[in-house]
């Protein structure tokens, strides 16, 4: 298994030149190891010292896997920085995520609350994967998407709250464009405008009907 892991790097990464310089250099592959070690721990319920075994981890790596996470074969994080993983995750075989993403819970619910990524899953920069949901069987997520939401197999899906945009290789919507996200703050003010408009029409219908009493006196 550790060979994969190392192997999986030259797959995916064209950067990658040596053994030497991917074994050593390599704060992805470190985190991965790290984590074999602490989950094999936790499963033996030194949750303590998985834990340690984690926090250093994630002191010299940047990146927090909890020790309970269930990973698979040929995981890959590119570069790695700002990753964290909860405890009730599962992932998948050959699964790459990259930096700034985090896999995780979006209250204090116990149990399953973490995501499940199944096989050959792709994560980009900065998406947040939140809740016990599934990310199916080969499916992308888009860098910066939130998803809340379960995604179907072979699928790809963007924004915030993410969006199914391609299944099975067909788009799914046209009309998503990334640059008119709404505005809280612009929607509020225009409702406030509506209102005084509202206000203000009612006022001069009432100074019309005073008018004319005055003109019937």
Request: net charge neutral; aromatic share 6%.
């Amino acid at each position: 298994m550790l060979k994969e892991d190392v192997n999986v790097v030259f797959d995916q990464d064209p950067a990658a030149r040596t053994y030497f310089e991917v074994i050593l250099t390599y704060s992805g592959l470190h985190a991965i190891w790290a984590h074999r070690l602490a989950h094999a721990f936790y499963r033996k319920k030194f949750f303590f010292l998985a834990r340690i075994i984690s926090q250093i981890s994630r002191f010299l790596t940047g990146i927090e896997i909890h020790p309970g996470a269930k990973i698979g074969q040929r995981f890959f994080i590119d570069h790695g920085m700002g990753v964290v993983i909860g405890e009730t995750c599962e992932i998948g075989d050959n699964v790459t995520i990259f930096q700034g993403v985090t896999l995780g819970g979006t209250g204090k619910e116990r149990g399953k609350r973490h995501p499940t990524l199944k096989d050959n899953v792709l994560v980009a920069t900065g998406a947040k994967v939140l809740g016990s949901i599934t990310i199916g069987e080969s499916s992308k997520v888009g860098a910066g998407s939130v998803v809340l939401h379960d995604v179907p197999s072979h699928s790809t899906v963007v924004g915030i709250p993410g969006r199914v945009v391609v299944q099975n290789g067909e788009r799914v919507r046209n009309d998503l464009d990334h640059h008119k996200l709404p505005d809280p703050v612009s929607e509020i003010l225009k409702e406030m405008e509506r209102e005084i408009n509202k206000l203000r029409k009612e006022v001069n219908e009432l100074k019309g009907v005073n008018t004319n009493d005055d003109q019937h006196l």
